[in-house]
């Protein structure tokens, strides 16, 4: 575990050192809980709505799609230790989703779009290493430098799903799939973002938009009392 602010963050404070004999090994943790000290996210959403009654008694269509674009995400746990997240990890600048939605009597069908922006840790990176492009990286586990890949690309996924209704719309059917199109989470390299441990699940950044399970098959049976 690294730090942008050491020797001098206010976290190491929490830690003391000294067990055993060696002034390098952990004594004592202390792991209250500690409110953060500021945090400014800023941006603009952006809500567009479209209904269209279809002719020849074909039914009803709307288009529905939310948009965000983050301008500022700045987070410091303590005084002092401000840190812009903005288009790193789990912090995309643009999010997006598109929703197509068709209405007949009791059916109705939803095509649903769902857009992830790239991400990129390289300026962190940077500033840990001292490498511009994130090569010649060099540590006792390698025989020679290397690069890593702290950048993950845009992911859009897609689903799909049909809906009946019975009984006076008492009770409602929905049968559908998820990532229709088996789009894969990004990889990234294990090593590297903000040269910290930051949670990957192998090679794939863990963070809470991304996809780990894949194209699936639901079935959704809802009664209203």
């Known amino acids: 575990l690294t730090s942008d ?13 000294g067990a055993q004999g060696n002034v390098n090994n952990i004594s004592t943790v202390r792991d209250s809980f500690i409110n953060v000290n500021s945090q400014k996210n800023r941006g603009v959403d952006v809500t567009v709505r479209i209904d269209q009654e279809l002719p020849k008694n ?29 288009g790193e990890a789990g912090e995309p600048k643009y999010t997006g989703d598109l929703n197509f939605i068709w209405e007949k009597d009791s059916w109705s069908f939803l095509w649903s779009i769902d857009y992830f922006g790239s991400t990129s840790d390289l300026e962190d990176f940077s500033n840990a290493t001292g490498s511009a492009d994130g090569c010649g990286i060099a540590d006792t586990s390698h025989v020679a430098p290397y690069c890593v890949d702290v950048y993950a690309e845009r992911k859009i996924y897609n689903s799909a799903s049909i809906a009946k209704t019975f009984n006076d719309d008492q009770i409602k059917l929905v049968v559908g799939v998820a990532n229709l199109f088996d789009t894969e989470p990004p990889r990234i390299s294990e090593y590297g973002i903000n040269r910290r441990q930051s949670p990957t699940v192998g090679s794939v950044p863990y963070q809470s938009q991304y996809d ?12 209203f009392f």
């Open 5 to 17: 602010f050491f020797p001098t963050d206010p976290l190491c404070s929490l830690y003391s050192r």
């Open 212 to 223: 780990f399970v894949g194209r699936r098959v639901f079935v959704n049976l809802k009664a």
């Open 58 to 86: 074909w039914g009803d269509i709307q288009i529905v799609s939310q948009m965000t674009w983050q301008l500022e995400d700045n987070i410091a746990l303590f005084a002092g230790t401000t840190e812009n997240l903005n």
